[in-house]
């Protein structure tokens, strides 16, 4: 089974930057797979919400809090894809886990079929 394993968060102040990465063990692994970030904030409920996401052929997808601040990009030779997150705040806050879906297209509406355990993120003002 391929796994997924996220890398790149951290605590940094309101106005900072982090580049989170999603590592497939499979190579060439996103030439088959789409791949989603989800942020799942903090507190009771553990909202997710869906953040960026890339298609197999390079077509992108972002949410309209992250848009102009966030970019997603994708390396298939080095099996990752990447999540550039600038000009931070708090409400960027959550555990940030990646998942991929064995379909050309995230927006087709399958079920993930892998996930990443998650990379933290944590904003202070």
């Known amino acids: 089974q391929v796994q997924l394993e996220e890398s790149g968060g951290g605590a940094v102040e309101a106005g900072g930057s982090l580049n989170l990465s999603c590592a497939a063990t499979?190579?060439?692994?996103?030439?088959?797979?789409?791949l989603t970030w989800f942020r799942e904030a903090p507190g009771p409920g553990k909202e997710r919400e869906e953040v960026a996401s890339v298609d197999v052929d390079g077509t992108i997808f972002y949410a309209d809090s992250v848009k102009g601040r966030y970019t997603i990009s994708k390396d298939d030779a080095k099996n990752t894809v990447y999540l550039q997150m600038n000009h931070l705040t708090p409400d960027d806050n959550g555990l940030y886990r990646c998942a991929a879906r064995k379909v050309m297209h995230c927006s087709s509406g399958s079920f993930p079929d892998y996930w990443g355990r998650g990379t933290q993120v944590s904003v202070s003002s």
């Open positions: 499979a190579k060439y692994f996103y030439k088959s797979n789409c």
